[in-house]
């Protein structure tokens, strides 16, 4: 079992920047592939970013490319979205998965290949 433990969410000014930390326990994050979804008002959960169980390969929603950057630092068992130049469509909850399986391309971006999710943090970007 992988619990994890998501931090950072607030409440920010469109232009700013905040960063989340998905913080994990139970077993070792450098064993899985980490995602992060987001969850609008109103909306289905949608995906924002993945990364691979090294950190080698990551992959983003087209609507965050060059704003949001996801690292792990797998020695503390933690990974993180970077999210700058917010903009209110992104304000959500947001929430990390775990992956035990090899989720490449395509698969990384479906939430159905996550075995364990976070509780989610809220992001709430004002305009």
């Known amino acids: 079992q992988v619990q994890l433990v998501e931090s950072g969410g607030g409440l920010v000014q469109a232009g700013g920047s905040l960063r989340l930390s998905c913080a994990a326990s139970?077993?070792?994050?450098?064993?899985?592939?980490m995602g992060w979804f987001r969850q609008a008002p109103g909306k289905e959960r949608e995906f924002v970013s993945a990364s691979s169980w090294s950190g080698g390969r990551t992959y983003y929603a087209d609507s965050v490319k060059g704003r949001f950057t996801i690292s792990r630092d797998n020695a503390k068992n933690t990974v993180f979205l970077q999210m700058n130049s917010l903009k209110p469509e992104d304000t959500g909850v947001y929430y990390c998965a775990a992956s035990s399986s090899l989720v490449v391309g395509e698969l990384a971006r479906r939430q159905s290949e996550y075995d364990y999710w976070g509780q989610g943090t809220q992001v709430t970007v004002s305009s």
């Open positions: 139970g077993r070792t994050l450098s064993s899985y592939a």
